[in-house]
């Protein structure tokens, strides 16, 4: 049995539907936290074409996971319902100690493939709507419920914790915006002494319910996609960054973290955290190892020059790492 160490907090996971929301909610609960689960599609009514998860199965899996699940229906970019929602928690729990921005909703508004003078920018306007408007506005009304108590953690999900580029102009716009936003409101907090920490956060290769979906595999035979996909082979549950997160949220040192953003990888060997199959995936280190692999290759197929092609602006910025990134580029010149 794992050990309570969040037994008696309260937590509100913005996002918590399916996929890192969904897992990190699990994990708060799994350390014993009251979790408000929030999102828009409930049991009978459905946010996201396709996908059946709801916000009220999230919060009984909180529950049979050894917290307490409460499933709030909140639309995040509707400032009224935002508040409404803060002000329930302040009224049943009368604090909040962890506060998780995960709202993303831009699977199907995000245009890969696509340059930024090709795009339907107001598409990509609604994108970054979901994915940054909401995390703006629910943490401009969460916040008081922390700086009141003098104690508390925000937590911004992102994709990368690279400073390069994310391969699709909106797409990038909303993951650094987050990690933009986390450094922000982690200076004002610091400026005003409120014992509240902010910082990001981003997973590896997430093993989502619509991953394994896409890919024709379940939680039980995930492996089999290896070969499809050989990311695969580091991947991990959405549990693995919730448990991390729940790990930050108890660590007496949190406030040395405010500002930055941090890999799930990386904080889960710093704390001896393990996912739930027992496994310690690295994201970091497979990839760099991939990328090795590609670039020892004399003929390279067309999947492994798109993975290099992805890689070369992610190291942007990275001087540890511009050795690398000059080989991809002659490699890319040499091959592609």
Same mark, same amino acid.
């Given at each position: 049995?794992?050990?309570?160490?969040?037994?008696?907090?309260?937590?509100?996971?913005?996002?918590?539907?399916?996929?890192?929301?969904?897992?990190?909610?699990?994990?708060?609960?799994?350390?014993?936290?009251?979790?408000?689960?929030?999102?828009?599609?409930?049991?009978?009514?459905?946010?996201?074409?396709?996908?059946?998860?709801?916000?009220?199965?999230?919060?009984?899996?909180?529950?049979?996971?050894?917290?307490?699940?409460?499933?709030?229906?909140?639309?995040?970019?509707?400032?009224?319902?935002?508040?409404?929602?803060?002000?329930?928690?302040?009224?049943?729990?009368?604090?909040?100690?962890?506060?998780?921005?995960?709202?993303?909703?831009?699977?199907?508004?995000?245009?890969?493939?696509?340059?930024?003078?090709?795009?339907?920018?107001?598409?990509?306007?609604?994108?970054?709507?979901?994915?940054?408007?909401?995390?703006?506005?629910?943490?401009?009304?969460?916040?008081? %419920?922390?700086?009141?108590?003098?104690?508390? %953690?925000?937590?911004?999900?992102?994709?990368?914790?690279?400073?390069?580029?994310?391969?699709?102009?909106?797409?990038?716009?909303?993951?650094?915006?987050?990690?933009?936003?986390?450094?922000?409101?982690?200076?004002?907090?610091?400026?005003?002494?409120?014992?509240?920490?902010?910082?990001?956060?981003? =997973?590896?290769?997430?093993?989502?319910?619509?991953?394994?979906?896409?890919?024709?595999?379940?939680?039980?035979?995930?492996?089999?996609?290896?070969?499809?996909?050989?990311?695969?082979?580091?991947?991990?549950?959405?549990?693995?960054?919730?448990?991390?997160?729940?790990? %930050?949220?108890?660590?007496?040192?949190?406030?040395?973290?405010?500002?930055?953003?941090?890999?799930?990888? &990386?904080?889960?060997?710093?704390?001896?955290?393990?996912?739930?199959?027992?496994?310690?995936?690295?994201?970091?280190?497979?990839?760099?190892?991939?990328?090795?692999?590609?670039?020892?290759? =004399?003929?390279?197929?067309?999947?492994?020059?798109?993975?290099?092609?992805?890689?070369?602006?992610?190291?942007?910025?990275?001087?540890?790492? &511009?050795?690398?990134?000059?080989?991809?580029?002659?490699?890319?010149?040499?091959?592609?």
């Amino acid at each position: 049995m794992r050990k309570k160490q969040l037994a008696g907090q309260v937590a509100v996971v913005a996002g918590a539907t399916r996929g890192a929301g969904r897992g990190i909610a699990c994990a708060l609960g799994e350390a014993g936290a009251t979790v408000y689960c929030t999102g828009r599609s409930v049991r009978g009514a459905g946010a996201t074409p396709g996908r059946p998860e709801t916000i009220d199965e999230t919060a009984e899996l909180v529950t049979a996971r050894g917290g307490r699940g409460i499933a709030v229906r909140t639309d995040h970019t509707q400032e009224d319902q935002v508040v409404a929602l803060f002000e329930r928690v302040k009224s049943e729990a009368g604090r909040l100690d962890v506060l998780v921005n995960d709202v993303w909703g831009g699977d199907a508004l995000t245009e890969w493939g696509k340059r930024f003078w090709e795009v339907d920018v107001a598409q990509g306007f609604r994108l970054f709507e979901r994915a940054v408007h909401t995390h703006l506005i629910t943490s401009r009304y969460g916040a008081p %419920l922390m700086v009141e108590q003098g104690s508390g %953690l925000i937590v911004e999900v992102t994709d990368g914790a690279f400073a390069g580029y994310r391969s699709q102009v909106f797409y990038d716009l909303c993951k650094t915006s987050v990690i933009r936003l986390a450094y922000a409101m982690s200076v004002e907090l610091g400026q005003a002494k409120a014992g509240v920490t902010a910082l990001a956060i981003t =997973p590896g290769f997430l093993r989502s319910e619509a991953v394994l979906e896409h890919f024709g595999v379940t939680e039980e035979t995930w492996r089999d996609a290896i070969e499809q996909d050989a990311g695969f082979a580091a991947s991990e549950t959405p549990m693995f960054v919730g448990r991390v997160i729940a790990a %930050l949220a108890a660590d007496p040192a949190l406030a040395a973290r405010a500002g930055g953003v941090y890999s799930s990888w &990386a904080l889960a060997r710093e704390y001896g955290i393990t996912d739930v199959d027992g496994r310690t995936p690295h994201w970091d280190e497979h990839l760099a190892a991939w990328v090795e692999r590609i670039l020892a290759s =004399p003929a390279p197929t067309p999947d492994e020059l798109m993975v290099l092609t992805f890689r070369l602006p992610q190291l942007d910025f990275d001087g540890a790492r &511009a050795g690398e990134r000059a080989r991809i580029a002659e490699f890319l010149a040499r091959h592609g």
